[in-house]
Structure formats: structure tokens, C-alpha cells
């Protein structure tokens, strides 16, 4: 199984970037597929979370309103699409998947995702 980020890059305050996370080796269309970041010097952190296809969708509270979390199960990706970017949204972004569905009444946490993708850098300047 792999899980592969694209879409990062360098980006001025307010504009816009749309991460991929493409996954093969499996399909996830039921399970849950998320977003995480870290930026430097800090832990990482939950962003968004789809728990299935038309499922679910949490938002961490520093995002809400600002980025949307969607699924292509054709095609086993997920994309974050992240408007009015902040500085403080500068981090390395992580994909992540679970291995199975379950069924839990909360977001899942990160220590419950199975596979992580390597990350992709985006850069918010001032």
C-alpha cells in the first residue's frame, strides 16, 4: 500500500492550493482517509477527516470554513482544497489512512490512522 501527497508548493496569504493524496495497493472508498500537518518546531496536528465515502467530515477549528476535505473513490484519492491561507498554515502535510473501517462516534485519531504518506511542503508568505 502507498499513499502519495502532492500539490504543495509556495503560496501568498490569502490565495489558494489544492493538495492530492493518492493511494494504490487497495482501495479505502470505507474507510477513513485524513489530513495532518506539522510545521516546524511544532507537533503534528489533525486538519480534516472524511471517515468514509459520503460520510462523516470533522475540520480542526483553525480550518473551518477555510479548507474542504473530498474524496474520488474512482480514483482512491482524497484532495484538501485550502483557501485563504495563513501564514500559520505553513507546515508539511500529511495523508493518512486506516487499514479498516470501524465505527466510532468522534474523529479518529492520528495514533489510529495504518498508513502515512511522506508529505508534501506548503508555504504561506506574508
Known amino acids: 500500500v502507498q499513499v502519495v501527497e502532492s500539490g504543495g508548493g509556495l503560496v501568498q496569504a490569502g490565495g489558494s492550493l489544492r493538495l492530492s493524496c493518492a493511494a494504490s495497493?487497495?482501495?479505502?472508498?470505507?474507510?477513513?482517509m485524513g489530513w495532518f500537518r506539522q510545521a516546524p518546531g511544532k507537533e503534528r496536528e489533525f486538519v480534516a477527516q472524511?471517515?468514509?465515502?459520503?460520510?462523516?467530515?470533522y475540520y480542526a477549528d483553525s480550518v473551518k470554513g477555510r479548507f474542504t476535505i473530498s474524496r474520488d473513490n474512482a480514483k482512491n484519492t482524497i484532495y484538501l482544497q485550502m483557501n485563504s491561507l495563513k501564514p500559520e498554515d505553513t507546515a508539511v502535510y500529511y495523508c493518512?489512512?486506516?487499514?479498516?473501517?470501524?465505527?466510532?462516534?468522534?474523529?479518529?485519531?492520528?495514533?489510529?490512522?495504518?498508513?502515512w504518506g511522506q508529505g508534501t511542503q506548503v508555504t504561506v508568505s506574508s
Open positions: 493518512a489512512a486506516r487499514s479498516w473501517p470501524g465505527h466510532i462516534d468522534r474523529p479518529w485519531r492520528e495514533s489510529e490512522f495504518d498508513y
Open positions: 495497493g487497495r482501495t479505502f472508498s470505507d474507510n477513513a
Open positions: 472524511s471517515k468514509w465515502a459520503g460520510g462523516r467530515i
